[in-house]
């Protein structure tokens, strides 16, 4: 019976009068079986539910236990009862032209009780079956011939080639979305390509700002040793890190340039220098994340991922012309076992040998396992204090043209009397391509500079008065174009400076920071992400801004991106809730640069660069 194509659902209609064929009734069946088998693999999926172990029992026979399998479909696989197979007895042995093959299962249907057909004149059959027994059969098909199913690209994983060899083949694996204040997982991936004798190894250095190793650093090594496979298997090396919970939108993961390098036996082999894997941070659970993902999935997409077979086992065999011996059965890694409410209570009771003092339950919703779970490194920045913002609206008119200038009312700002600087944005909504959705976003200083890549933004001049003494402030504004909006909106933000009585020394003295590496040599357009090392002081929130323009580009998490042209470029590393804590760093480019240079400006660097402006009291 064909099921690859379950819907669309189409059931009986019933009316007096109406005179039922053949064709009704297995309409009223294929009804009931199709939307049953179609919600069964919507909820279920492909898997084996219970047993179907595979043993071997001597050199060429294999015992296969009873047990439940679903199918891609939703067709139930049922094995009712154990039975034994010589290995040359089962389907597809013939056609095997390897030593490794795959034992799979798949649902087949037979007729049976032939019965005497009263309307035989009409069919040409004088006999008929009356009943449909559900089955299956076993049959065989070599490893590399076996298809696992479509892997579909998703906006989910994202993936960077760390070195490629006829022999071997490296790449880091890292979802494209991490949650804040959560773990998330990178995976180191070496594949096989040749069935050439040789060991690769591999070492290399990931800066991972926004993020926190277990370690409690900004890095991660990720380097193995004489990894040894077998042609077409896969070595996977995992590591763990943590988001932090700041307000930044997107980071990068990177390799530090010049960090990588890679040896076959003892050749060393080309690597990729340098590259930054773009990482968006979201405020959701893993679940909610994943859940997401997952619902996103179509289904045109489901329906292509459908397979019509289970495998239940990898047989390795030892061939000649005219014999076989089976030398290893093996349970293969990939064996998706389908997780049903039915085991809950002995899941839970198993689970109790290896978690303590959590509960079961919220252990099994948890985002990863308890071996996994690592601490946060880093604390939460802390709050800001003196620091108030809202929205500001701008009256035009309708007769508002190029020149014309137009005041805000009075605005309380609200942190009261005294030295206050304010700061506005222009806010408007686009439509962002990233989120699928349309974005806020707010342009301080001089929108005429983004007037391209947005056109709904105004260009127009501002400026603000604050009122200290009243604990307020205008903004005034005088339009560039000509333009037919009614009203202008803005965001403020209003940071309140303590004065002599409110500022206490112990705050700040004998606090700073110093870059990690306070000066780096550099390629045109490379990359670097300047760490930062706190000194009698907790980790806080650090700003990254370059003090010249045409500098190169910065990041909100430090990555530097360096320009086209050579030079030496300044980056200035503050301290958010207190700007007077600073440091900076300098970025050599050169088209040349080399290791080379970059140790001897490190040697002749002894003391990193710092700058603590004074501070009056």
Same mark, same amino acid.
């Given at each position: 019976?064909?099921?690859?194509?379950?819907?669309?659902?189409?059931?009986?209609?019933?009316? $007096?009068?109406?005179?039922?064929?053949?064709?009704? /009734?297995?309409?009223?069946?294929?009804?009931?079986?199709?939307?049953?088998?179609?919600?069964?693999?919507?909820?279920?999926? @492909?898997?084996?539910?219970?047993?179907?172990?595979?043993?071997?029992?001597?050199?060429?026979?294999?015992?296969?236990?009873?047990?439940?399998?679903?199918?891609?479909?939703?067709?139930? &696989?049922?094995?009712?009862?154990? !039975?034994?197979?010589?290995?040359? @007895?089962?389907?597809?042995?013939?056609?095997?032209?390897?030593?490794?093959?795959?034992?799979?299962?798949?649902?087949? +249907?037979?007729?049976?009780?032939?019965?005497?057909?009263?309307?035989?004149?009409?069919?040409?059959?004088?006999?008929?079956?009356?009943?449909?027994?559900?089955?299956?059969?076993?049959?065989?098909?070599?490893?590399?011939?076996?298809?696992?199913?479509?892997? /579909?690209?998703?906006?989910?994983?994202?993936?960077?080639?760390?070195?490629?060899?006829?022999?071997?083949?490296?790449?880091?694996?890292?979802?494209?979305?991490?949650?804040?204040?959560?773990?998330?997982?990178? !995976? !180191?991936?070496?594949?096989?390509?040749?069935?050439? #004798?040789?060991?690769?190894?591999?070492?290399?250095?990931?800066?991972?700002?926004?993020?926190?190793?277990?370690?409690?650093?900004?890095?991660?090594?990720?380097?193995?040793?004489?990894?040894?496979?077998?042609?077409?298997?896969?070595?996977?090396?995992? /590591?763990?890190?943590?988001?932090?919970?700041? %307000?930044?939108? #997107?980071?990068? &993961?990177?390799?530090?340039?010049?960090?990588?390098?890679?040896?076959?036996?003892?050749?060393?082999?080309?690597?990729?220098?340098?590259? @930054?894997?773009?990482?968006?941070?979201?405020?959701?659970?893993?679940?909610?994340?994943?859940?997401?993902?997952?619902?996103?999935?179509? !289904?045109?997409?489901?329906?292509?991922?459908?397979?019509?077979?289970?495998?239940?086992?990898?047989?390795?065999?030892?061939?000649?012309?005219?014999?076989? *011996?089976?030398?290893?059965?093996?349970?293969? =890694?990939?064996?998706?076992?389908?997780?049903?409410?039915?085991?809950?209570?002995?899941?839970?009771?198993?689970?109790? /040998?290896?978690?303590?003092?959590?509960?079961?339950? +919220?252990?099994?919703?948890?985002?990863?396992?308890?071996?996994?779970?690592?601490?946060?490194?880093?604390?939460?920045?802390?709050?800001?204090?003196?620091?108030?913002?809202? *929205?500001?609206?701008? $009256?035009?008119?309708?007769?508002?043209?190029?020149?014309?200038?137009?005041?805000?009312?009075?605005?309380?700002?609200?942190?009261?009397?005294?030295?206050?600087?304010?700061?506005?944005?222009?806010?408007?909504?686009?439509?962002?391509?990233?989120?699928?959705?349309?974005?806020?976003? %707010?342009?301080?200083?001089?929108?005429?500079?983004?007037?391209?890549?947005?056109?709904?933004?105004?260009?127009?001049?501002?400026?603000?008065?604050?009122?200290?003494?009243?604990?307020?402030?205008?903004?005034? @504004?005088?339009?560039?174009?000509?333009?037919?909006?009614?009203?202008?909106?803005?965001?403020?933000?209003?940071?309140?400076?303590?004065?002599?009585?409110?500022?206490?020394?112990?705050?700040?003295?004998?606090?700073?920071?110093?870059?990690?590496?306070?000066?780096?040599?550099?390629?045109?357009?490379?990359?670097?992400?300047?760490?930062?090392?706190?000194?009698?002081?907790?980790?806080?929130?650090?700003?990254?801004?370059?003090?010249? $323009?045409?500098?190169?580009?910065?990041?909100?998490?430090? =990555?530097?991106?360096?320009?086209?042209?050579?030079?030496?470029?300044?980056?200035?590393?503050?301290?958010?809730?207190?700007?007077?804590?600073?440091?900076?760093?300098?970025?050599?480019?050169?088209?040349?640069?080399?290791?080379?240079?970059?140790?001897?400006?490190?040697?002749?660097?002894?003391?990193?660069?710092?700058?603590?402006?004074?501070?009056?009291?």
């Amino acid at each position: 019976m064909a099921n690859s194509q379950l819907y669309p659902f189409e059931r009986n209609r019933y009316y $007096p009068g109406k005179m039922l064929t053949t064709a009704d /009734f297995q309409a009223e069946q294929s009804y009931h079986m199709n939307k049953q088998r179609f919600m069964s693999s919507l909820m279920y999926g @492909a898997g084996i539910i219970c047993g179907c172990n595979v043993v071997n029992l001597d050199d060429l026979s294999i015992l296969v236990e009873s047990g439940v399998v679903i199918d891609g479909t939703g067709r139930e &696989i049922i094995i009712d009862s154990s !039975l034994v197979k010589k290995l040359s @007895a089962i389907e597809g042995f013939e056609q095997l032209h390897t030593d490794t093959a795959c034992l799979c299962v798949r649902y087949k +249907e037979k007729d049976i009780h032939s019965v005497y057909a009263v309307s035989h004149k009409e069919s040409d059959q004088e006999y008929e079956y009356n009943r449909i027994s559900e089955g299956f059969e076993l049959f065989l098909v070599d490893k590399e011939d076996y298809n696992e199913g479509i892997e /579909f690209e998703t906006e989910f994983l994202q993936s960077e080639t760390l070195f490629r060899t006829s022999n071997y083949e490296g790449s880091i694996v890292i979802p494209t979305i991490a949650c804040k204040g959560k773990n998330v997982r990178a !995976l !180191l991936k070496i594949k096989k390509l040749s069935n050439q #004798e040789v060991k690769v190894s591999y070492k290399g250095i990931l800066d991972i700002p926004s993020f926190t190793s277990p370690e409690g650093t900004e890095q991660i090594d990720i380097s193995v040793d004489e990894v040894d496979l077998a042609q077409g298997t896969v070595f996977t090396k995992e /590591f763990w890190m943590t988001a932090q919970k700041h %307000t930044g939108i #997107e980071t990068n &993961i990177i390799l530090r340039s010049g960090s990588a390098s890679a040896f076959e036996n003892d050749k060393a082999i080309s690597v990729e220098n340098s590259f @930054a894997m773009k990482i968006r941070l979201s405020e959701e659970t893993p679940q909610a994340l994943i859940g997401r993902e997952l619902g996103r999935l179509s !289904l045109e997409m489901r329906q292509a991922m459908t397979r019509d077979n289970i495998k239940l086992a990898e047989v390795d065999l030892l061939r000649t012309d005219s014999a076989y *011996v089976i030398e290893a059965i093996r349970e293969p =890694v990939t064996n998706q076992y389908i997780d049903v409410p039915a085991q809950n209570a002995i899941r839970n009771r198993y689970m109790e /040998f290896f978690v303590k003092d959590v509960d079961i339950a +919220e252990k099994r919703s948890a985002d990863i396992p308890a071996s996994y779970q690592i601490p946060l490194a880093a604390p939460a920045a802390s709050e800001l204090k003196n620091v108030a913002t809202g *929205v500001l609206e701008i $009256p035009l008119g309708r007769d508002a043209k190029a020149g014309d200038i137009r005041y805000s009312g009075e605005i309380t700002h609200g942190l009261g009397n005294g030295n206050v600087f304010v700061s506005i944005g222009y806010e408007y909504l686009s439509q962002d391509q990233t989120l699928g959705a349309s974005a806020k976003s %707010t342009v301080y200083g001089n929108p005429e500079l983004f007037s391209r890549q947005a056109q709904q933004l105004v260009d127009a001049e501002t400026a603000v008065r604050v009122l200290n003494d009243k604990g307020s402030f205008v903004v005034a @504004a005088r339009l560039l174009h000509d333009v037919d909006f009614l009203v202008l909106t803005y965001r403020w933000v209003a940071i309140k400076f303590p004065n002599g009585k409110e500022l206490d020394a112990e705050d700040y003295y004998g606090k700073t920071i110093t870059a990690k590496t306070p000066t780096v040599v550099m390629r045109p357009r490379e990359n670097y992400y300047f760490g930062v090392q706190f000194n009698n002081m907790d980790p806080v929130s650090i700003t990254y801004e370059l003090t010249a $323009p045409g500098s190169g580009e910065v990041s909100v998490d430090g =990555v530097y991106t360096a320009p086209a042209k050579e030079g030496v470029y300044e980056i200035r590393i503050y301290c958010s809730d207190m700007p007077m804590v600073c440091t900076y760093a300098y970025a050599i480019v050169k088209s040349t640069a080399t290791e080379e240079d970059a140790g001897s400006i490190a040697e002749q660097e002894k003391e990193p660069i710092v700058k603590i402006p004074d501070l009056k009291l």
